[in-house]
């Protein structure tokens, strides 16, 4: 068992942190005013006051005026400090863009917009992805005054499916490091996630004979479909396979003959004897391989099924349902 789970108030802690998160309203637009914005010393802060708690001491026991000048001094800095951090967070609105689509695996990427409306500079303003563990995980800028600034933070999803943007955090120590003040941010938007496609797929399935045209059952004695062929003199321009033959090293042509004659299907039956995953893992990577070749491909899920088509709408259909069968 985890000790972490042993210790009664870390438990306490991290339930009454979970109850405070769900009561922070789900927006992609946040402005930070009193009320969301808090502010607490740092180390340094308590540091700071501790000393000027031993200079005011030794000022009062010695009748130092000079003492009593450098303790008040530092004490209306630590004063004016603690208001100008206040105000480089408060009046700050924090935009979402809406987030991409990726593979398991990869980092999802965060544009988030910070709009000053302010006549002056704000600097030193972090934003991160709360809770995370990643050492570089604060990505910092300073928005100009009437103006914006776009930063991008990055999480990494656990797994594929349509994921709620995790909690993000905006922080600031401006001007002395004496206190932080940050702001916790609840996106509702979600991001999508598809299956990490296979490094080493088999090749594309045979083709399966259209309805009533007649052709045989068997497509060739490969087993592979790809709707090309190699080049022959005269044919036109537009048949040919650029991107495939500039990784072949040799000019393929369409076999529009066969595309008439056979139509592609990507079926989960025929995926693999693996788990579920890995043949959604398999089904990604051939719905890549024949959007690379330009062919029609159609989908065969367990609950769903996609004609065939190609281009980029149909690609992004069938990564969709593989995301979220």
Known sequence: MNAAALNPLLVVRRRFRAWWEARLPLADRIELTQRNVYILPTRPGFMLVLTLLVLLVGSINYQLNLGYLLTFLLAGSTVVGMYVCHGTLRGLTLNLAPPDPQFAG????????LTNERRSVRYGIGLAVLDSTRADRWVWTDVPALGQSTVQVAFRPARRGLH???PLTAETRFPLGTFRVWNVWRPAARVLVYPAPEALPPPLPPGEPRAGGGASAKLRSTGEFDGVRAYRRGDPLKLVVWKKAAKADELVSR???QAQRYELWLDYAQAGPQDAE???SRLTAWVLQAERLGLDYGLRLPRQQIAPACGE???RRCLEALATC
């Open 278 to 280: 890995h043949r959604l």
């Open 313 to 315: 709408p149909h690609k």
């Open 106 to 113: 990869d980092s999802a990427t965060l544009s988030i917009v």
């Open 164 to 166: 709620r943007v995790p």
């Open 255 to 257: 076999d529009s003959e």
